[in-house]
């Protein structure tokens, strides 16, 4: 039986497959990519061919190029890779976000990419994966970091909503594009109008083609009616923040929607009314729930991340 040593390197390009002859989300152009999720540091241009989760291909080729050289796999089915069987496993991060399953010659490795434990209203939820070797995230790795459930975070939103509405003002949620954007959208339905920028409508539109249902929203543009934005719902994305754009809106009452938002100070950071600790990544206790339930032997842990900030993807 080989060992994660023969199996998988870890290389000034990213993790490499030797006997596979493949990277697991690359930093830099290589001749064969697997791709955990759509993120744009997890999925790079540049790459000769892409293989990803059926749900993030076309997202993939949204963000990346719509001419790529992309296959894809559905979850559990496995493709043969030069003697390595690769396959997709839900993370539960945002849609089509994948745990990359390596096995060869009995030994399994398994790559989590970026996950999250608590299921929301629309990813698919985390499976764990049993394997020698797990290779973990660890971006909200600290205990102060535990989440609500999906429940109390839409009661929460949507109160939140409610209270502006009756002061007359318009809720402006900010989340990035890909994930956070569309978990606001599951958390609002019904709650009221929902608006979204041009980058958010956009990358719906892509999800829309994976034969995925989304929430109805609108979009939302520069030259739309104020009035027709009053007491609305609008989602957008945090480079916005104190743009021209914001300040065209009517009334508005804006909060940042992040796991960093879960230490109370990281709310005084910029200059908005709220901030909600909504994460698409493990809380403390969902790091440790999923590295114990692989049964790992060996446990890699990847620190991405070197300071809070609410513009992250957290």
Known sequence: MVSEKQLIKFTKKGIYCPQGKFYLDPWYPV??????????????WGMKRYLCQHK??????????????????DYEETLKINGVSVSFHPAGHVIGSAQIRLEHQGYVV?????YKIQPDLISTPFEPVKCHTFITESTFGLPVYNWKT?????????????????????????????????????LLDGCDEMYVHRAIHNLNEAILKSGIDLPKTKLWSADLDKKKLQN???????????SKMLKRIPNAATA???????????????????GFAVSDHADWNGLISAVKATEAEQVYVCLLYTSPSPRDRG
Not at 59 to 68: N, T
Not at 110 to 114: E, K, L, N, R
Not at 234 to 242: D, E, Q, T, V
Request: charged fraction near 20%.
């Open 150 to 186: 999906e429940e109390q975070l839409q009661k929460e939103l949507q109160d939140w909503v409610k209270t502006n509405q009756n002061n007359n003002r318009t809720s402006v949620f900010f989340g990035y594009s890909l994930g956070k954007a569309q978990r606001l959208m599951s």
């Open 110 to 114: 398994v790559f989590s990419g970026d």
């Open 232 to 242: 609305k719902i609008i989602i957008a994305p945090p480079a916005l923040l104190g």
């Open 31 to 44: 001749d064969h990519a697997i791709i955990s999720h759509g993120h744009a540091d997890h999925a790079r």
């Open 256 to 274: 940042i929607c992040s796991g960093w938002m879960q230490i109370r100070g990281n709310r005084r950071w910029q200059s908005v009314d709220a």
């Open 56 to 73: 993030s291909k076309a997202i993939l080729q949204h963000r990346i190029g719509s001419d790529i050289n992309i296959n894809s796999l």
